[in-house]
């Protein structure tokens, strides 16, 4: 079975453009999370999206957006990027979500802006 | 808001345990859980622990939550080279499902 998979793994933008980033949960998984890790704040939950609906969000401003496919597929938004945006964000995949779950991660996308 | 602390590093001989380390604030967290990052990859969820239990084993790893002092500790016994990672506690409380992560620990393993 396919682990999570995160397109790009690497991405350079600049100050003020937009950037959306992929996640491909693991087959038959409806959950997905994402997350943003920096050395500064250490890891941070974004949102979890569970059958194409938000059912969580962290503490982000709303720059940060995401949706959810059909297909299970997640894609998060960050728009109007400002330089402390650098950073892993990495996504999630889980059956159900909820507390008692196994919970797989991707590889991550490493982003940064310039 | 809430709080998770554990030390920055932890450095062990090949074969010895090592014992990471992590408390937290919220008294109504109800799962407890430990990750591993190994450098360029993503997290990999170890283990996890309800709060209404005080220990939890899996193979290497065992689990330990003092509920009342707010602490959790993670056991790895024979520790192997292949252990070297960044170990993260996290927690969530009562009701809420968003995760609150500790800052890591760096398991560095010797020979």
């Known amino acids: 079975k396919a682990g999570v998979t995160q397109t790009p793994r690497y991405l350079i933008k600049t100050r003020g453009q937009q950037v959306t980033l992929s996640c491909s949960p693991i087959s038959g998984h409806r959950s997905v999370s994402w997350y943003q890790q920096t050395p500064g704040q250490g890891l941070q939950f974004l949102f979890e999206?569970?059958?194409?609906?938000?059912?969580n969000k962290g503490n982000f401003p709303g720059r940060f957006s995401g949706r959810q496919f059909s297909n299970s597929r997640s894609e998060m938004n960050v728009s109007t990027l400002e330089l402390g945006d650098s950073a892993l964000y990495l996504c999630?995949?889980?059956?159900?979500?909820?507390?008692?779950?196994?919970?797989?991660f991707g590889p991550g996308t490493r982003l940064t802006v310039t | 808001g809430e709080d998770v602390e554990q030390s920055l590093f932890l450095s062990v001989r090949e074969g010895d345990s090592s014992v990471i380390n992590c408390t937290y604030t919220?008294?109504?967290?109800?799962?407890l859980y430990w990750y591993k990052q190994e450098p360029g990859a993503g997290l990999q969820l170890l283990t996890y622990i309800f709060s209404n239990m005080d220990m939890k084993q899996d193979q290497r790893l065992t689990v330990l939550l003092n509920k009342k002092d707010k602490h959790l500790s993670l056991r790895i016994a024979d520790t192997q080279t292949g252990d070297s990672a960044i170990y993260f506690c996290a927690e969530k409380g009562g009701g809420s499902y968003i995760p609150t992560f500790g800052r890591g620990t760096s398991l560095i393993v010797h020979p």
């Open positions: 999630a995949s889980s059956l159900t979500g909820g507390d008692r779950y196994e919970q797989y």
């Open positions: 919220d008294s109504s967290s109800t799962y």
């Open positions: 999206y569970f059958s194409e609906t938000q059912r």
